[in-house]
């Protein structure tokens, strides 16, 4: 059998994909490009840059989690999911890892149960509402190994929408472009208040050469209470 392009890709990258894992990559793709025509999901259509800009951009932080033992099982959340991206991706990765899914729109979570079904990820739950609501539920407050995100806000919002969710000494790590520092020189506030700090920032770069970056948070301290605010709040004044 001649090798897929998604496992060439990744393979030249140092990610070795079982077929079973290939084959949950291209039904993700067929889904995706069936249901953009009804759903808003993507821009980008064409298979070699899903391959790029979704599936290896998403997957990019599988280089640099620290604890990859069986023994425990790691959640990890993603904030903003939208079409799955980062968090679908990781579930294919990680099978073994007990993985969560948000989103405020209730058309993206019907098309991740159809992709959850077709794609037979056990291991992932959905759920529809706002960072804001999730975040103050003892259910899902302080819960996380992981939580992740991607082009959901700038990161002074982002920082309170997402820690809260971040167990003590586990991560936030967000996926971001180039402006990156700027952002993170803004959010030096909301960093403090919310009791986490920059570990690390992990330069990689996608097929196209274009630059991008994970900027891994550890959370030191348990969330004060009056956080998240509400949404309004947030938004108008950022910490
Ligand atoms: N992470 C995806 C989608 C980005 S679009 C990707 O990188 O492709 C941003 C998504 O975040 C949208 O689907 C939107 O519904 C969701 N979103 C924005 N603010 C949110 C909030 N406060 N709580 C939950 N979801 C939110």
Known sequence: ??????????????????????????????????????INLTAIT???????????DSASIMFHVKHLSDCETIRLLDLGTGAGFPGMVLAILFPNWRITLVDSLQKRIDFLKIVVRELGLEHVELY?????????????????????????????ML?????????????????KGRRY????????????????????????????????????IRKNES???KYPRKPGKIKKQPL
């Open 128 to 156: 529809h509402g706002r960072a804001e609501d999730y975040g103050r539920d003892g259910q899902f407050r302080e819960q996380f190994d992981y939580v992740v995100s991607r082009a959901v806000a700038e990161l002074p």
């Open 181 to 216: 520092a700027e952002e993170m020189e803004q959010s030096r506030n909301s960093l403090s208040e919310l009791g986490c700090s920059v570990e690390t920032v992990e330069p990689y770069s996608l097929g196209d050469g274009e630059e991008r970056f994970l900027l891994f």
């Open 223 to 225: 969330t004060k209470e």
């Open 1 to 38: 059998m001649s090798e897929s392009k998604v496992q060439t890709i990744f393979g030249d990258k140092g990610i070795l994909l079982t077929d079973w894992q290939v084959e949950q990559f291209e039904k993700y793709y067929e889904l995706l490009i069936k249901w953009n025509t009804k």
């Open 46 to 56: 064409e298979y070699e840059d899903v391959i790029w800009k979704h599936f290896f």
């Open 159 to 175: 920082l309170e929408y997402c820690v809260p969710f971040v167990k003590m000494n586990g991560f936030f790590v967000s996926y």
